[in-house]
């Protein structure tokens, strides 16, 4: 089998530059007609009255196909996607929390070390506790939700919406991706110049294989399996005591998972950080792709990024 990923990311400025820009009520930078033809089906339970710090959500399209949903228990985030909902789950990745711990880097290769941690926060195998779930309908009429638990100094919050919405980043989550962000909040540091690591591990069912997009940026992994994908994005910049700031992550560039991914913050007790995780979702891309009276726009951009403006991705699978 061979994945050919086309993460078809659309330059909307430059559609503005053409005279094409649509009307954009949310501010979120995705023009409406494009949330119009992707906008999707949330459902929701585990909250609160199952369990107040599970979380189960499922988005699928409007016409019930292209499903995956979204678990969270016990520090992990799984997300499973069903193509054919109809079918079992063709593909599912668990996003687990490991730790966060602050390390002295004695070796001085910015990265935590054997010997090397100070204060560690187990985030598997321990009680969250409670965060609150919130449930949200915006300017452009989107129902999104944020789910939240907490493991103090750790917040961990899962964001999903039936459209695009508008991140800190300022790249809008897509409606095919669960955002997840990390909030710490005064974490108690002991040794100056030490940094901060988060360890988490991803796994995939059935066994996939990790890579970089094609042509994509190195803050992205794809998993594959059969035929289908999910890919893992980060932000590398974070806002850490009022600067920008680049974090440093190790993480793993291909091969069999599972697959333990470490993110370096700076020597900061409070910060935020975001990740995504999102379905190549066949049906989503052809969705997003413009109707035919736009065909004719003369600036039509397209790049390989996953993590770009927009996400309207392609996973085109040949067998041989
Ligand atoms: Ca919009
Ligand atoms: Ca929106």
Redesign the pocket.
Known sequence: MRVLFLGATLSFLLLAAAGAWAS?????????DL?DRTERVLAARGFPAEDPTAFYTRSEARDGADAFEVDWSDGATVLSYLPDPAEPPALRVTLQLLSLSEFEDRDGNGLPGVGEARTVVALQDVAYRPGGLEEVTLA?GARALSFTVLRPPLAVRLDVGTR?RSADSGTALSPVEVGIRFLVDQFSLASRGSGLALQFRVSSEPQGILGLPPGGAENTRLVTAARQGIYLAWDERITADGNATVVVSEAPAEGPGPWVFTVVYPWVPTFEHALRLGVLSTSHAARSAPPPADVSVPVFFASFAVTGVVVAATVWARRR
């Open positions: 954009d009520v949310d501010h979120d930078l995705v023009p409406d949330e452009d695009f």
